[in-house]
């Protein structure tokens, strides 16, 4: 009976390392997300920063309309992965679930952002980042990501006590570790099934 047990205990843990690597194979393949968002966000901060603060162009917010872009590459991006998946495995699951509901959260902030102003906006979007990269870390065991999410959402409430200006710069840094040196540095390791 103890060995019975023991087999089964054996056989769950191996069956959640199966799930986990499984999962983070996935997010390897799936980091153009990673990619996509990271970098537009990156050169949107950058040529806003730019565009205002260096050359003091009238309106330096516009640049942030490519982001619209980024949600049709994203969408047309999951549209055809979807053709090519057969099962969405319980970590998937619970990967959409957090990054969906970052993504609830910040369309939500967009929309109030003209109410209660983009300096505190900003500074929200670093926090959302950071946790969605932070919970996403904990489940996978990846702990650059982990630290980019801590990272992230440090920016975000270092930015609450910033100048506008300054908000630009502490949101290059929480994408930079968030987004975009975590998929740099993430390894293609297949799962063994």
Request: hydrophobic share 50%; proline share 3%; with cysteine.
């Amino acid at each position: 009976m103890e060995s019975t047990k023991q087999w089964n205990e054996k056989e769950s843990l191996h069956l959640i390392r199966s799930m986990v690597e499984s999962t983070k194979y996935q997010i390897y393949q799936d980091r153009f997300l990673y990619f996509l968002w990271g970098y537009l966000t990156l050169g949107c901060a950058v040529a806003h920063y730019v565009s205002g603060y260096v050359l003091s162009y009238a309106h330096p917010y516009r640049v942030w309309m490519l982001m619209a872009l980024g949600g049709v590459a994203h969408f047309v991006y999951l549209g055809r992965r979807k053709k090519h998946s057969k099962v969405k495995s319980y970590m998937g699951r619970v990967m959409a679930g957090i990054w969906g509901g970052m993504g609830i959260a910040i369309i939500l902030v967009l929309f109030k952002a003209f109410t209660i102003g983009w300096e505190i906006a900003y500074p929200i979007f670093m926090i959302l980042y950071g946790t969605a990269s932070y919970a996403t870390a904990m489940a996978l065991k990846y702990r650059i990501l982990m630290i980019g999410g801590i990272a992230s959402s440090i920016c975000g409430f270092i930015a609450f006590s910033q100048p506008f200006q300054y908000q630009l710069i502490l949101l290059m840094v929480a994408v930079l570790t968030s987004y975009i040196i975590p998929a740099h540095l993430m390894k293609a390791k297949i799962p063994n099934n």
